[in-house]
């Protein structure tokens, strides 16, 4: 008689390096924030508080455009339709903080100034 065994392998855990990853991710999002609101006519983000309050709703709605739909919201991240959601997801933003405000031009505008920073800097950004 023989039995068989199932064995079931765990992998390592690495929540801390998905945390930190993570709060990377959330400082650029940030930081490219400010220099967008700087630089995109018709996108405002006024006080520190939303710049942090609209990278973190960016990136949960980035996060759940990705699972739902399998698209990745990055501005080039699948060509026009990863723009157009990019864009998409800036205009809705404005609604969840306050302190800024986007015009539909200030999405778009907004979108591809986020994907030539992209572009330039390795880390995904949306």
Same mark, same amino acid.
Request: hydrophobic share 55%.
């Given at each position: 008689? @023989? @039995?068989?065994?199932?064995? @079931?392998?765990?992998?390592? $855990?690495?929540? #801390? %390096?998905e945390l930190l990853r993570w709060i990377g991710r959330f400082v650029i999002?940030?930081?490219? !924030?400010?220099?967008? $609101?700087? !630089?995109?006519?018709g996108f405002t983000i006024q006080g520190l508080w %939303?710049?942090?309050?609209?990278?973190?709703? *960016?990136? !949960?709605?980035?996060?759940?455009?990705?699972?739902?739909?399998? *698209?990745?919201?990055?501005?080039?991240?699948?060509?026009?339709?990863?723009?157009? *959601?990019?864009?998409?997801?800036?205009?809705? @933003?404005?609604?969840?903080?306050?302190?800024? $405000?986007? $015009?539909?031009?200030?999405?778009?505008? #907004?979108?591809?100034? *986020? #994907?030539?920073?992209?572009?330039?800097?390795?880390?995904?950004?949306?």
């Amino acid at each position: 008689m @023989t @039995t068989h065994e199932t064995r @079931t392998e765990t992998k390592p $855990s690495s929540g #801390g %390096s998905e945390l930190l990853r993570w709060i990377g991710r959330f400082v650029i999002v940030a930081i490219i !924030l400010m220099v967008v $609101s700087f !630089l995109t006519p018709g996108f405002t983000i006024q006080g520190l508080w %939303s710049f942090l309050l609209a990278a973190v709703v *960016i990136s !949960l709605l980035d996060y759940l455009v990705e699972r739902i739909m399998g *698209i990745d919201a990055s501005p080039f991240g699948k060509g026009l339709a990863g723009f157009f *959601i990019s864009a998409v997801i800036i205009y809705v @933003t404005q609604f969840l903080v306050p302190g800024m $405000s986007v $015009s539909i031009i200030g999405a778009i505008l #907004g979108a591809l100034v *986020i #994907g030539v920073l992209d572009a330039l800097f390795p880390v995904r950004v949306m």
